[in-house]
């Protein structure tokens, strides 16, 4: 009996001290898989293609692209939903996963997260209304939506969806949108991609320094 137990801690130790590598390992091959933005450069402001290029020619920065993402009301029958309403990449950073259906092509087209369907009477093809918030209110090519798929963000890997202005202060789901949808002269976002970033394990202390390092340079 003793012998039983003591092999039976030693296999429930041995489990716990590989599940952390294991779990560590699947998230870093997921993220780079979808070439998940090493770097997220924000500005209320806006970002220039001046500022954009400067990015890219950064010592360490492989490579630079402008986007957006805003803050808006998706309104439903049962309630409004707060949302970010974000901008898909031409070049394939932050590339989401299709679940069902395609990706956004028209500029009045979007793709949503799954929980969007799961909670509220909504399914691919279904018209959504999305208003921006007053900052951004002439931001948005269209008013109506439709759904042409549900998708799976790398941005979100948990159930956050990080605070907003509106409503009561958080985002509740996130809508995806082409680059055709937002009317707007300026970006809100730069996404980066560090050089040599993909060959290191994303929670590793080598990984967190080169982001410290090409933070500073941005």
């Known amino acids: 009996s003793i012998m039983i137990l003591v092999a039976l801690s030693v296999a429930f130790l041995s489990g716990l001290k590989a599940t952390a590598p294991d779990m560590k390992h699947t998230g870093d091959d997921y993220l780079d898989s979808l070439h998940l933005a090493d770097i997220q450069v924000l500005s209320t402001l806006g970002l220039t ?30 309630s409004d939903r707060v949302i970010k309403a974000i901008s898909l990449s031409p070049k394939g950073i932050n590339a989401p996963v299709v679940v069902q259906g395609r990706l956004p092509e028209a500029a009045d087209e979007c793709a949503v997260e799954e929980k969007l369907l799961t909670y509220f009477d909504l399914s691919v093809g279904d018209q ?22 549900v998708v799976q963000s790398p941005l979100y890997i948990s159930i956050e969806r990080g605070t907003s202005t509106l409503g009561d202060g958080s985002v509740d789901e996130y809508v995806l949108l082409p680059e055709d949808s937002f009317r707007m002269d300026y970006y809100t976002v730069c996404n980066v991609i560090a050089q040599g970033a993909r060959a290191l394990d994303a929670y590793s202390a080598e990984y967190e320094d080169l982001m410290d390092e090409l933070s500073q340079r941005l």
Request: no cysteine; hydrophobic share 45%.
């Open 49 to 78: 293609d001046e500022d954009i290029a400067a990015f890219a020619e950064t010592r360490g920065v492989e490579q630079a692209e402008g986007g957006w993402a805003l803050d808006a009301i998706l309104s439903l029958q049962e």
């Open 128 to 149: 959504v209304t999305i208003t921006p918030g007053d900052q951004y209110a002439d931001a948005l090519a269209a008013k109506t939506f439709t759904i042409t798929g």
